[in-house]
């Protein structure tokens, strides 16, 4: 009942210019590689990327997606627009990921690797990006996902990276979302917050527009019923 009325309040702050579906778009650049040696296979790291994979497989750099969706709005879908190819004059053994640390002794042995995966032609990953979803953090919507600029051959061992990825995800007003701005908090240590989680902390003053006095509001809402 509480959510119920608050979807009319904020319903009526939306009818004041924000749109039910709008693009984010953010674009990431990449130029300094770094490739170091594990036993007799290759790492491949970027700044602020994690290695990761599935058991067995290629351990590529990923790069976190933390992007500031619109207030009460949640990521329908992503896509990704990968630019500036660089292809690698040296042929890598890319190392495949494990569940657990193998020490040096144990890395010959006890080595997961999925042959049929590195004996393969085909391009790797065929995705460059994860699955996107939705959190809410003090009433802020924030997408979430990561990507690859990394594209690996592994029969060949040829692997390319990207200069240039641009992420667009295309945002849905839900009611879900609206609700959760009943736990919206606009203090100074929220909005700092925020302020470091978001890679687009641009999108920040549409909250700050959300700002009212409850009592206010909750007379306007009685007024309706």
Not at 210 to 220: C, G, N, T, V, W
């Amino acid at each position: 009942m509480i959510c119920k009325k608050f979807l009319v309040v904020i319903i009526l702050i939306f009818s004041f210019g924000l749109s039910h579906s709008q693009m984010i778009e953010k674009i990431y650049f990449f130029n300094e590689i770094n490739v170091s040696k594990i036993s007799d296979y290759d790492l491949i790291k970027f700044n602020n990327t994690v290695l990761k994979g599935k058991i067995g497989e290629p351990s590529l750099p990923y790069y976190p997606i933390s992007l500031l969706l619109p207030p009460g709005h949640i990521a329908e879908s992503i896509e990704i627009i990968l630019e500036e190819k660089v292809d690698l004059p040296d042929n890598f053994v890319i190392y495949p990921k494990q569940s657990s640390k193998l020490s040096s002794e144990d890395l010959a042995d006890d080595l997961v690797k999925n042959d049929d995966i590195y004996n393969s032609t085909d391009v790797y990953p065929q995705n460059s990006i994860d699955e996107i979803t939705t959190e809410f953090i003090n009433g802020y919507s924030i997408a979430t996902s990561a990507f690859t600029p990394v594209k690996y051959y592994p029969s060949s061992g040829k692997l390319s990276y990207f200069k240039k990825i641009t992420i667009r995800i295309k945002t849905e007003e839900t009611s879900t979302a609206v609700c959760a701005l009943q736990n919206l908090d606009s203090s100074a240590n929220a909005i700092y917050k925020i302020e470091n989680i978001s890679q687009n902390p641009e999108i920040l003053p549409q909250y700050q527009k959300l700002k009212y006095d409850k009592d206010a509001y909750q007379m306007l809402i009685n007024n309706h019923n």
